[in-house]
């Protein structure tokens, strides 16, 4: 099994690697992304909302404080890819009021994963608590999502082998 998470697949076959997905807004959960990618091997492609944020925090917060009370779904870039091939798919986004980023949980709506094992992860502020793990089965009901790592945003550690162990637990569990 190579290191011990999932085998890194010579083959070109999709179906043997993992989909990574992703939305980031500063940056951190693109950093937990590419930490999976290397880790299992897997296909990573980053979403990105029609619109951007703005850039000024108290403009941002107030917009997505809106989205997330109304489940509000931006509309998105083209270019992610499709996940019907893949059986597990790694889904990431910042944890913003205590939930899924809105461009992440446009993805998840606009996409059949019915059947799919999901590996939610977010980075966080140590802000407003939240479960990924409910607020992404609620949108994917037919999917078997396991057990969301979250990760400190300004953390200076090292967490690549708390993010080996988390994929080994989650994945390798019968149901997360």
Request: a negative charge; charged letters at 20%; one cysteine or more.
């Amino acid at each position: 099994m190579g290191n011990g998470i999932i085998k890194k697949h010579q083959k070109t076959d999709i179906t043997s690697r993992p989909l990574i997905i992703s939305y980031s807004y500063s940056g951190n959960t693109h950093r937990i992304a590419q930490e999976i990618c290397a880790a299992t091997g897997g296909d990573w492609c980053e979403i990105y909302p029609w619109q951007p944020y703005p850039m000024a925090f108290p403009e941002l917060l107030d917009q997505v404080r809106k989205e997330v009370q109304t489940e509000y779904r931006p509309r998105l870039l083209p270019g992610s890819s499709n996940p019907k091939p893949y059986q597990v798919i790694f889904a990431g986004s910042p944890n913003w009021c205590g939930t899924i980023a809105p461009p992440l949980a446009s993805w998840l709506a606009r996409n059949d994963l019915s059947g799919k094992i999901i590996l939610p992860f977010y980075s966080h502020c140590d802000g407003v608590a939240c479960d990924f793990r409910r607020d992404i089965a609620r949108i994917c009901p037919e999917a078997d999502v396991r057990e969301a790592l979250g990760v400190v945003a300004d953390s200076s550690t090292d967490w690549s082998e708390m993010l080996r162990e988390w994929i080994k637990e989650v994945l390798y569990s019968d149901a997360g």
